[in-house]
């Protein structure tokens, strides 16, 4: 592990149970399959004071390892270190304390009957911060961080904007100091115009408070000015960790190539356009046998419909699970390996 680690997810695995008839429903089938594996060996590392981007198409498991991280669900398998050591799998106040979770939807996070003055004072007390007489100045404190004035303190949720409530949300995540930030999709609820607003907020948090941030996103386009490193996933598994420029210009599996792509066709503004790849969008009860992105790929050979690659380091700091990285950078392209499959 390295020194500067402060979660990582060693050989998670997450499946669920469904009961037989919902299943059926969803294949429109008399299918036996009753369970699906949402993460499979999952290996990551939030290093210290970083923002890592988690990215990747609807489906692929990156709620769920949000969910784990934060300790609100329970790996099937495998484990979660804060600092070297393993999180126990019931997390005690000082455990869950130090790893927040910013939600999507500020509209459903917050309780509307709850002036934000009360929910702030109310994490303050429970988790001792500040001495009672302190907890009015420590909320004012809070709010200020995130752009809001003091006159909010006396105000309920349904009285502020979807970008105000999100930061709302960010200073009750922050209310008891945490170390690490969860933010799965944290802007796209939000109207397009204070998207960027949002984000700006994360890169000061980062920069002004040292925090360690996990952003979970769509689309690749949002974390390119936010993230330090992104790690690409697909159907349960990290495809492609690498710093953010190095993936950008070198992307080393042909799924992050794909994502590249597709920014242009995205529009500029919005957070909320989805990648859309070509081919069947895969399935986590039929996860195909070898490469499990081998039926949309176009690089695809016939020892990826054998062979199940797992991430290797193929440069410091660069990880791939793609049997042919090392020929990616082939100016031939995209063309040329369809031919040689
Ligand atoms: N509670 C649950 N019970 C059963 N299956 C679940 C549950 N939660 C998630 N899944 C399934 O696990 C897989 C991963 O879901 P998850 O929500 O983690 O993906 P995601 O990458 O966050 O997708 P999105 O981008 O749409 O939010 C999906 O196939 C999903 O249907
Ligand atoms: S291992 Fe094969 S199928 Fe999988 S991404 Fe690489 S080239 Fe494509
Ligand atoms: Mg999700």
């Excluded at 270190?81 to 790893?99: F, L, Q, T, W």
């Excluded at 003055?117 to 907890?135: A, D, T, W, Y």
């Excluded at 690490?180 to 944290?186: F, G, H, N, S, T």
């Amino acid at each position: 592990m390295s020194e500067l680690s402060v979660l990582r997810v060693a050989d998670v695995t997450k499946q669920y149970h469904l009961p037989t008839t919902i299943v059926s429903k969803l294949l429109h089938s008399k299918n036996e399959h009753t369970g699906l594996t949402a993460l499979d060996g999952i290996e990551l590392q939030l290093n210290k004071g970083e923002i890592l981007a988690l990215v990747g198409e609807s489906g692929s498991g990156k709620s769920t390892l949000a969910k784990i991280l934060v300790g609100s669900t329970a790996p099937s398998s495998g484990e979660i270190e804060y600092n070297g050591s393993p999180i126990p799998s019931r997390r005690d106040k000082a455990d869950s304390r130090r790893i927040q979770m910013v939600f999507q939807d500020p509209y459903s996070s917050l309780n509307p009957r709850i002036p934000v003055g009360s929910m702030l004072r109310e994490l303050l007390l429970l988790h001792k911060i500040v001495p009672r007489n302190e907890v009015r100045s420590e909320s004012i404190r809070l709010l200020n961080l995130v752009g809001l004035e003091e006159d909010a303190l006396d105000a309920y949720p349904n009285q502020f904007s979807g970008g105000q409530r999100q930061r709302i949300a960010i200073a009750r995540a922050l209310s008891v100091r945490p170390d690490v930030l969860i933010a799965d999709e944290p802007v796209s609820a939000l109207d397009v115009s204070v998207q960027a607003t949002i984000l700006d907020l994360f890169s000061e948090l980062q920069r002004e408070l040292g925090l360690s941030i996990l952003f979970v996103a769509h689309n690749l386009a949002v974390v390119q000015h936010l993230s330090q490193r992104v790690a690409v996933m697909y159907l349960g598994r990290i495809v492609e960790v690498a710093e953010t420029a190095e993936l950008f210009k070198n992307p080393k599996h042909p799924y992050t190539r794909a994502l590249i792509e597709s920014i242009p066709r995205m529009s500029a503004e919005s957070v909320n356009d989805e990648f859309q790849l070509e081919g069947e969008p895969p399935s986590p009860f039929d996860v195909p046998a070898g490469c499990r992105f081998n039926p949309r790929c176009p690089w695809a050979v016939s020892s990826c419909r054998v062979t199940d690659p797992r991430l290797i380091p193929i440069s410091p700091r660069h990880e791939s699970a793609c049997l042919r990285a090392d020929e990616l950078d082939d100016p031939r392209g995209t063309a040329a390996a369809i031919s040689t499959a």
